[in-house]
């Protein structure tokens, strides 16, 4: 559920932004620019001339991650559930809190880079990253290849415990004080939200 919401509101977002496209735009769509320009620089830096390929992967990506970590951190969608034995639990949670959605999203993450590094490079070359008949590069190309394996295991891994534990230290601390003491925390894990998209 969480993820269909999570679709509804990125296509919610690019339906109301096409139809209230002005010469003088608002606050809200300012502010979407801005962000589009942002990471459309990094993937200039990283990516060079081949950036028109990468934006709208790189772009999907961070606005899906974005918004599904800030999902958990909206009092008003995760206090919806039901109880059972074990205690509540929420209808809505972050994706990011479920380890299958981030090794989902890491899967793809590596199957789309490597199927454009294929495209640009060619399979020769691209094979040739990894195997050689020069016995060192071949060590070489090995330990790349098994630490392309291991990126699933860091990306996915990362993005699932920095927001599930970010979420529980505030559920903890919301519930001893109401208010006050978990607000700088909330600020802390909107900015760690966005930094995991980035990354």
Do not use: C
Not at 183 to 189: A, D, K
């Amino acid at each position: 559920i969480d993820t269909l919401f999570i679709d509804a509101v990125l296509v919610a977002l690019v339906v109301s932004i096409n139809k209230n496209i002005k010469l003088i735009p608002g606050m809200f769509p300012t502010l979407i620019e801005f962000v589009m320009d942002l990471i459309h620089g990094i993937t200039l830096s990283v990516a060079g001339d081949r950036t028109k390929q990468i934006f709208p992967f790189f772009m999907s990506f961070f606005l899906f991650i974005v918004i599904s970590n800030w999902s958990g951190l909206m009092p008003v969608l995760t206090s919806i559930g039901f109880f059972e034995k074990e205690g509540f639990v929420p209808l809505f949670r972050s994706p990011s809190t479920d380890l299958n959605a981030t090794i989902a999203l890491a899967l793809v993450s590596i199957v789309a880079t490597h199927s454009m590094s294929i495209r640009t490079l060619g399979i020769k070359e691209y094979l040739g990253r990894f195997f050689s008949f020069n016995p060192f590069n071949l060590f070489i190309g090995l330990l790349e290849l098994i630490s392309e394996f291991t990126k699933i295991i860091s990306f996915s891994f990362r993005l699932f415990g920095n927001i599930f534990v970010g979420e529980v230290m505030l559920a903890q601390l919301a519930a001893v004080t109401a208010f006050l003491l978990p607000l700088p925390l909330l600020f802390y894990e909107i900015a760690i939200g966005a930094l995991q998209a980035v990354i």
